[in-house]
């Protein structure tokens, strides 16, 4: 083995070392609150440090709600803004379009947060609430807010992971190969009938690993979401609830953590986000890989 | 009399499991230039790059026989391939000056490489190979520009003096034309005739009539197999084989 | 002539996707525009050279986060530049078979990983022994930067072409030389564009700051001691109740997403004019 190799295979090995050291620190120091409260601890709903219970579903249950409503939002808005960068907008805009997504997807989640405060939270309580008030008798609409609430993280994340997902979808809309297009233009197809016969098809596995990492984005989504979300553990179907996320707890409370068996706990939610993320990322992997090779 | 600098001698070259070159004899004069013809897929190119074990940095070839460069096998277990490659020098059918190097250290990186980095030394190699090539008078104003902005038969002498700069014995050339324009093509073919004073040439074509106009022996692939070899003017007139009557005429490949 | 009912269907999704695509790009757009507004008001000179200062005056500037920044940064780079490099270069020029399917998923596994959870690691191994440090925080940004670094890399040694090698190889040179000095040098751009992009990500990560390097008003003496860093105290005053200090958040805000802008622009236009070829 030649210098070069042994150098680099050095770095890999040391690389493997630190995963694995960094598994390793995550599953010991959570084994504490497991000792405690089992697998329970998954599914229990009371978090209250200073008493020294803790359960993860205030938690599990405010990614889940958050990540999952703004993934469908996301759907939706990605495929019209993304049919309509392809086939709709001038082609000399398309580039410039395409640009703006992408450094989109560069702003720090800390800005968005800044903006979340002071423009989201507002919209929440003083627009949207007010607007939904006849809608209030819908267990998701109801209650009252300070405009710190699920709501406010859902919007944040859903204008975070648009984005990505719009990337994704965009581009596997422009690798659609023209011949195929054409033919279907030349039966008499209107320009969302191509989109619905020909393009769409093609496209949907590359579409849904777009979807998939960008969900993957907003379950880990820990800054935009902890400064809008109103960090109150509770699990309440309303959306104008203030909620709580694993990201955004482990963020808020490490530094305050009052007790041995609070930080297991916090580590023990970092590790429930990290197999949640991991089971994403390797799901849009294993799409990924088979749209390379169909 | 003829010396012979390289005899080819049961030459098999496999690919995975389908064999590429069968069981070749040749040997190659010294100071001459020897065309290799053939059709498209009949093996010139990994001939060649069996003369220089360049064939060994591809997975899944596996080389037979023997090459000999002045009587010892470069297969040899106690041969370094990296001396090989220094003896046997190669310029390959897409010029690739290295782009990322100006003109003056392409021609020079095969001796930095190796250790080689008295200045005054590397002057004079630049301006000797690059004069042999033609090439001197064109670029010595800019020999720290990048090699990237010559012009294609211009990158391809480049190409030639950076194999020369390492002083070699035999230089390997596959369809080093093919890409260029006539006119270009004229200067290299020029080039090479002058250069067999002191190098010996080995040139795979697929250009009949360049084999024709500047080789002085030829050798035909075809298959995997040498279907013939011998003097050019022979081998162009009066053909033994049939298939090499036939590929002469223009009537295969 | 009576419009059918599939040019109906086709103008309303001609419609609903610019319906769509506005609801996407006016909200980005009022944030990119609240925060050049905001934002511009404490763009000045202060804020860059000056140190935290009283809330009855200005409140001062952002100095002790700038530098804290470039610390953090720093050493984010030292330990993913490296390891991120070689990485990549052995999965492009070396690796084969289980081992390299078995490091391109673990690579995988660390660009996955919620930057919060590189923080906590990060607590684990640096903060426990050293207390919250600009280290830990490097750390944690490192950890974050690796796979950026390596999946770079090995993208811009795989994108050498076969010509080039064999060209390498025909100058009778050892392999090693070869990879260092012809592959990695034809792709050096692409290289070295990949680590400014990696700095350019980890340059705006808040979270893991949040738990270790505990962000104060100082200006941190070493690696060792405690600092803030620009996204880190856009955060605090972002929370805290003074129209002062949110208005120095919004600047450093301005700030921060000018260098984001301006590394990721230069990057494009860096590679415009160098990898040409």
């Not at chain 2, 104003?141 to 012009?151: E, G, M, N, P």
């Not at chain 3, 996955?112 to 925080?137: D, E, N, Q, R, W």
């Amino acid at each position: 083995m030649d210098p070069l190799e042994s150098l680099s295979l050095f770095f890999s090995v040391m690389l493997i070392i630190v995963v694995l050291l960094f598994m390793g620190s995550m599953v010991l120091y959570s084994l504490p609150v497991f000792e405690k409260f089992g697998i329970k601890f998954i599914v229990g709903t009371e978090w209250n440090p200073r008493k020294d219970i803790f359960g993860a579903l205030p938690f599990v249950w405010g990614t889940f709600i958050t990540s999952t409503i703004a993934i469908v939002f996301a759907i939706v808005i990605s495929y019209g803004a993304a049919y309509f960068i392809v086939e709709i907008a001038p082609p000399k805009l398309r580039e410039f379009l395409s640009s703006v997504i992408e450094l989109i997807v560069a702003i720090p989640s800390v800005i968005i947060g800044l903006w979340g405060i002071f423009y989201v939270v507002p919209l929440v309580r003083d627009f949207l609430k007010p607007l939904s008030s006849p809608l209030s008798f819908i267990p998701f609409l109801s209650g009252e807010t300070s405009g710190y609430s699920l709501m406010a993280a859902i919007i944040v994340l859903t204008l975070m992971i648009t984005p990505i997902s719009t990337s994704f979808i965009k581009n596997a809309l422009e690798s659609v190969p023209m011949e195929l297009k054409e033919a279907a233009y030349a039966l008499g197809a209107t320009r969302y009938e191509v989109f619905k016969i020909v393009s769409k098809p093609l496209t949907r596995r590359a579409a849904l690993a777009g979807i998939i990492l960008a969900y993957g984005r907003a379950v880990g989504e820990t800054m935009a979401v902890v400064m809008v979300v109103g960090n109150t553990p509770n699990i309440s179907l309303s959306l104008f609830n203030p909620g709580y996320t694993l990201a955004a707890v482990i963020a808020n409370e490490f530094l305050e953590a009052t007790s041995v068996l609070h930080i297991s706990a916090l580590i023990a939610l970092g590790v429930i986000l990290f197999v949640w993320s991991l089971v994403v990322n390797t799901l849009a992997i294993l799409i990924m890989k088979r749209v390379r090779i169909g | 009399m003829v010396n012979i600098k390289v005899q080819v001698e049961g030459l098999s070259v496999w690919y995975r499991d389908k064999q590429i070159l069968k069981d070749i004899y040749i040997s190659i004069p010294e100071k001459k230039i020897t065309a290799v013809m053939g059709p498209s897929g009949c093996g010139k190119t990994t001939f060649l790059k069996s003369l220089n074990r360049l064939i060994e940095i591809h997975e899944g070839f596996r080389v037979y026989g023997k090459v000999l460069l002045d009587g010892k096998n470069i297969y040899d277990p106690d041969v370094d391939p990296m001396d090989i490659r220094a003896r046997i020098g190669m310029v390959f059918q897409k010029p690739n000056p290295f782009p990322h190097l100006s003109i003056y250290d392409n021609v020079v990186v095969g001796l930095k490489l190796r250790g080689i980095t008295d200045k005054k030394y590397l002057d004079r190699i630049v301006r000797e190979t690059l004069e042999k090539v033609g090439l001197w008078d064109e670029v010595k104003d800019r020999l720290r520009s990048s090699a990237a902005k010559l012009s294609g038969g211009q990158q391809q002498r480049l190409c030639i003096a950076r194999a020369l700069a390492l002083n070699p014995e035999v230089l390997l050339l596959d369809e080093p034309t093919s890409a260029l324009d006539p006119l270009a093509t004229a200067k290299i073919e020029n080039l090479l005739v002058d250069l067999k004073k002191e190098y010996t040439i080995i040139i795979v074509t697929h250009n009949i009539q360049q084999a024709a106009r500047i080789s002085d022996y030829a050798a035909f692939l075809y298959m995997g197999q040498l279907i013939e070899f011998g003097e050019t003017k022979d081998i162009f007139t009066n053909p033994k084989n049939e298939l090499t009557e036939k590929y002469v005429e223009g009537k295969i490949g | 002539m009576r419009p059918s009912l599939r040019s109906l269907t086709d103008k309303f999704y001609t419609a609903f996707a610019i319906f769509a695509f506005l609801i996407l790009i006016i909200p980005l757009l009022h944030i990119i525009l609240s925060i050049i507004m905001n934002g511009i008001k404490r763009l000045d000179l202060e804020l860059i050279t000056s140190p935290p200062k009283s809330l009855l005056g200005s409140g001062g500037g952002i100095l002790h986060a700038i530098i804290g920044t470039a610390m953090v940064v720093f050493i984010a780079m030292l330990i993913s530049l490296p390891l991120g490099f070689f990485v990549g270069l052995y999965l492009a020029e070396f690796a084969k078979g289980k081992f390299a399917h078995f490091l391109r998923t673990l690579i995988s596994v660390l660009a996955g990983i919620p930057s919060i959870i590189a923080g906590v690691f990060a607590y684990t191994v640096i903060v426990v022994v050293y207390g919250f440090s600009a280290l830990a925080g490097g750390f944690a940004l490192g950890i974050i930067a690796i796979p950026y670094v390596a999946r770079s890399t090995e993208e811009a040694l795989g994108s050498v072409p076969m010509e080039i090698k064999e060209a390498g190889f025909s100058l009778g040179i050892e392999r090693w030389k070869v990879v260092l000095f012809i592959d990695v040098g034809y792709a050096k751009s692409r290289i070295i564009a990949g680590f400014l992009l990696a700095l350019a990500r980890v340059i705006g990560e808040t979270a893991p700051l949040l738990i270790t390097i505990l962000g104060g008003i100082n200006i941190p003496s070493n690696i060792f001691s405690p600092a803030n860093a620009i996204p880190l105290v856009i955060y605090q005053y972002a929370l805290s109740p003074f129209r002062i200090w949110h208005n120095i958040a919004w600047s450093a805000a301005l700030l921060l997403m000018i260098i984001v802008l301006v590394i990721n622009l230069g990057v494009r236009y860096y590679l415009k004019i160098k990898a040409i070829y």
